[in-house]
């Protein structure tokens, strides 16, 4: 009873517009923590809120809990053509995330969406579901083995090593998008700023959004300010989509520096609703890369933490 109350406390926060963002999210995060049935319900009821943002992390969060539950709501709102696509692509993804095959002929349907994002996104965790088949992902704990990189994954990573190899494969768009993918989050795990340039590179490439958000994600994992220019760039460029520029800004919060904040503070009016509220959450995961004691944070163990994957116990 004592842990319901919790669940019911900390959902309200996250349910309640009135609560800054920041608060809502890490509200959001420590659900995610908390875990189990009554968590899967107070953020499976947030999908009706006005903020993109908020209901792409709700998404992401089901999907990082790998519980069954989550999967009818995630497949309502990835059926939802009301819903903004990058809110869709992130319920396709965490479906292929928690990896039950039950899923499949519901992707296949999406993988075929007149939206590119969720399309694409769909195709990608088909790739992961017949990867999990095989020998190698048989054996997968869905925890990047070596790394400090804790999250599941849309791809594992490649078995290639060298960032020069991995950079070509990275921007080679006659590949299949989950082949890149792979390349990608080995340059993560390389964890280097070779391989942090390596990966800025798939900010040029031309194809869909998808993947040029997904290089923002990985980057804000990394965390490293060898790309500050690449990231403040992505996010200062009015025609790029608000899904890559928003993870750009995300980045730019888990690096924390000077020149990353000065950034995120010229775009808090950004004209674009999902970029000036991920500059607001950088901002706030800034604010506690750069201190000691003003958060008390979750020690969940499953995740590094990066601007938008906050995970804090509220203090109400």
């Known amino acids: 009873m004592v842990r319901d109350s919790k669940v019911e406390a900390i959902g309200g926060v996250l349910g309640d517009p009135n609560r800054p963002l920041k608060e809502r999210f890490r509200a959001l995060f420590t659900l995610k923590g908390l875990g189990g049935e009554r968590a899967i319900e107070a953020i499976s009821q947030c999908f009706n809120d006005p ?9 992401y969060c089901l999907g990082q809990m790998k519980d069954v539950r989550a999967i009818p709501k995630l497949i309502e709102v990835l059926g939802d053509s009301k ?16 990896g039950d095959p039950m899923v499949e002929d519901v992707l296949r349907k999406y993988s075929k969406d007149p939206c590119i994002d969720v399309a694409e996104t769909c195709q990608l965790a088909l790739s992961r579901l017949e990867w999990l088949q095989t020998s190698s992902g048989r054996q997968e704990t869905d925890k990047s083995s070596g790394t400090e990189f804790l999250s599941v994954d849309p791809a594992p990573p490649h078995q290639e090593t060298d960032v020069a190899k991995l950079k070509t494969i990275l921007v080679d768009e006659t590949l299949p998008l ?57 996010v200062c460029d009015k025609n790029e989509s608000g899904m890559v520029r928003h993870e750009a800004a995300e ?4 690096i924390a520096s000077p020149q990353a904040e000065k950034v ?48 804090t116990l509220v203090q109400s």
């Open 83 to 98: 819903q903004e696509p990058m809110v869709r692509h992130e319920a396709g993804e965490a479906l292929g995330a928690i």
């Open 51 to 59: 903020s993109a943002l908020l209901k792409h992390e709700l998404a």
């Open 178 to 234: 989950f082949d890149r993918y792979r390349a990608m989050f080995s340059l993560r795990n390389i964890n280097t700023d070779e391989s942090a340039r390596a990966l800025a590179a798939g900010f040029s490439c031309p194809g869909g959004a998808l993947f040029r958000h997904e290089v923002g994600y990985v980057l804000g994992q990394m965390g490293n300010s060898a790309v500050v220019e690449e990231l403040a760039a992505v």
């Open 251 to 254: 980045a730019l919060g888990s």
């Open 264 to 311: 995120l503070q010229e775009h808090l009016k950004d004209q674009v609703r999902v970029v000036r509220e991920s500059c607001e959450v950088a901002l706030d995961m800034s604010e506690y890369e750069n201190s000691t004691d003003q958060f008390q944070f979750v020690d969940l163990g499953q995740e590094k933490k990066t601007s938008s994957r906050v995970e």
